[in-house]
């Protein structure tokens, strides 16, 4: 697996094959604009960055709405409901999303808060189920786009105990595994189906526990493009989350 914080290279028309995609960060647009952001609070960030987005996607024939998919990178991730808030008010419940929301401290801006956007331009179908997730926010459980279906982060929570499991590492793998299973199948998939994988952790030394046991729940691994990204916090005391596209089966 390779540590990187990129996920654009994983979607489909990343590199200019369809016009219908389009991929930027917080930072390209706080150069876009010069738009210095570090003396504001998160939520004035947040909203800066969404009006900016509102503005240059426009300008590239995108609405706000078309955003699928967003990676939120913050300094504290004891603010996110602060972010939540702002996020809340720009989308609507029931297309909110899919998100990954991570703590990281070396930031490339002097923001609180940084943001990668996956914009598509066409029908989307979003997945809310409800049930293989502890926190709650404004964000979907998955997306389906053509024939690919994209989830947000899946937490190792246990619908039979309702808890996080934060202890046993393996044990909240093979719930993340499952949960994600479950996830997929829901949506018209499996993990077989999967074509890029993405672990986010406290610690990378746990990396070969996650593909070991990943292996015993994915026959084709060795063909999937694998990230693994290491990161401070997630909102919660767990220490793994996962997250994949797949195509439809």
């Known amino acids: ?15 200019g094959e369809d016009d219908n995609y ?27 960055i969404l009006e900016m987005a509102r503005v240059f996607m426009r300008k590239k024939d995108f609405k706000l709405e078309d955003i699928y998919s967003v990676l939120i990178m913050v300094r504290n991730i004891g ?35 940084e943001l990668e956007f ?18 709650e926010g404004p964000f979907s459980q998955g997306v389906i786009i ?21 202890g046993d590492f393996k044990q909240a793998v093979r719930q993340c ?27 990378l030394n746990a990396l070969p526990e996650v593909e070991e046991i990943v292996g015993q729940y994915i026959s084709n691994q060795s063909e999937i493009l694998q990230d693994a990204i290491k990161i401070e916090q997630f909102k919660g005391t767990h220490n793994i989350e996962i997250a994949c596209s797949a195509y439809l089966c």
């Open 79 to 113: 603010l996110g409901s602060q972010i939540d808030e702002v996020f809340s008010l720009y989308f609507k419940e029931g297309n909110y999303p899919i998100r990954v929301f991570i703590q990281i401290a070396d930031l490339e801006s002097t923001a609180d808060v």
């Open 118 to 135: 996956s914009a598509y331009r066409g029908q989307k179908k979003y997945i809310n189920n409800g049930k293989l997730f502890l926190s």
């Open 22 to 48: 389009l991929f930027f960060s917080s930072l390209e647009l706080i150069d876009y604009f010069v738009n210095n952001l570090a003396d504001k609070d998160i939520r004035t960030q947040t909203k800066r």
């Open 177 to 203: 595994l499952e949960n994600l299973k479950n996830t997929l199948e829901s949506a018209g998939s499996s993990l077989n189906q999967i074509y890029s994988f993405m672990v986010y952790l406290k610690d």
């Open 146 to 166: 053509e024939n690919y279906y994209h989830g947000s982060a899946i937490q190792p929570f246990s619908p039979l105990d309702q808890r996080l499991i934060d």
């Open 1 to 15: 697996m390779m540590d990187t914080l990129r996920t654009k290279e994983n979607q489909p028309g990343h590199n």
